[in-house]
């Protein structure tokens, strides 16, 4: 499945970096809750990352609507935008929330799904 495909759905996250936690290796700080789908590998094989936005406190699982996805130009690893339901960011908000992270990569933000031969809806 492409993470682009999971636009629109209810996913669970599994949480392994909290909101307020350090990243092990680089040092820096989660202004949100960070995780992974379980069982779901994204293009780069590993499991499909993603951000939980509009959860503001820690949290170890977390269940709501993917709305959209962060694909990295020159990386291999898609990341899913996901909210609480009727929850809504604006891609500008989603950018200024994940810059901690994704100021290190280019990236577009999906917010639909693209069929082979279209361009990003």
Same mark, same amino acid.
């Given at each position: ?12 996250? &599994?949480?392994?970096?909290? +909101? ?32 939980? +936005? ?17 694909? &990295? ?21 989603? &950018? ?13 933000? +999906? ?11």
């Amino acid at each position: 499945m492409q993470p682009t495909e999971f636009i629109g759905k209810i996913v669970t996250v &599994r949480i392994d970096r909290p +909101l307020g936690g350090r990243h092990p290796e680089h040092g820096f700080v989660y202004p949100v809750n960070y995780g992974y789908l379980p069982d779901t590998l994204a293009p780069d094989g590993q499991e499909l990352d993603a951000y939980v +936005l509009g959860v503001f406190e820690p949290v170890n699982e977390f269940e709501g609507k993917c709305i959209a996805v962060v694909r &990295r130009l020159d990386d291999e690893d898609d990341k899913l935008i996901v909210t609480p339901e009727g929850v809504a960011y604006s891609d500008d908000q989603i &950018r200024e929330l994940i810059e901690f992270q994704e100021r290190f990569f280019q990236s577009v933000i +999906l917010r639909g799904v693209t069929l082979p031969g279209q361009g990003a809806k």
